[in-house]
């Protein structure tokens, strides 16, 4: 089941799901810096690239930043594959 998030740190929204079935992994955009001119990373970026173990096997995501809220009514609190990956990572 595909539920939709708000990233707390960009405030943006994002289904967890790509349409293909696999699991979409936000990755906050850089914000522009207008004063000195440059792109910078968000405040309490988030990041759900995988971090592998030595040996190759999912061990969490990059960053979980400020967090996220589901938008969808009754959603869990954080997209279901990241639980399901956790729950392995502790097994
Ligand atoms: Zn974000």
């Known amino acids: 089941m595909t ?4 990233c707390q740190a960009c405030f943006g929204t994002y289904a967890d799901t790509n349409p293909d079935g696999s699991a979409y992994m936000h ?3 850089p914000v522009f810096d207008a ?3 440059v792109w910078v990373s968000a405040q309490n ?3 759900e690239l995988l971090v592998l173990d030595r040996r190759g096997r999912p ?3 990059v960053s979980a930043g400020a967090g ?4 969808t009514p009754n959603a869990p609190a ?3 594959w990241i ?3 956790q729950a392995k990572v502790d097994a």
Not at 3 to 6: I, L, M
Not at 68 to 71: D, E, L, N, P
């Open 3 to 6: 539920n939709v998030y708000q």
């Open 27 to 29: 990755q906050c955009a």
């Open 35 to 37: 004063k000195a001119g």
């Open 45 to 47: 970026a988030r990041n």
């Open 59 to 61: 061990a969490g995501i």
């Open 68 to 71: 996220v809220q589901a938008v």
């Open 78 to 80: 954080q997209p279901g």
């Open 83 to 85: 639980t399901t990956m």
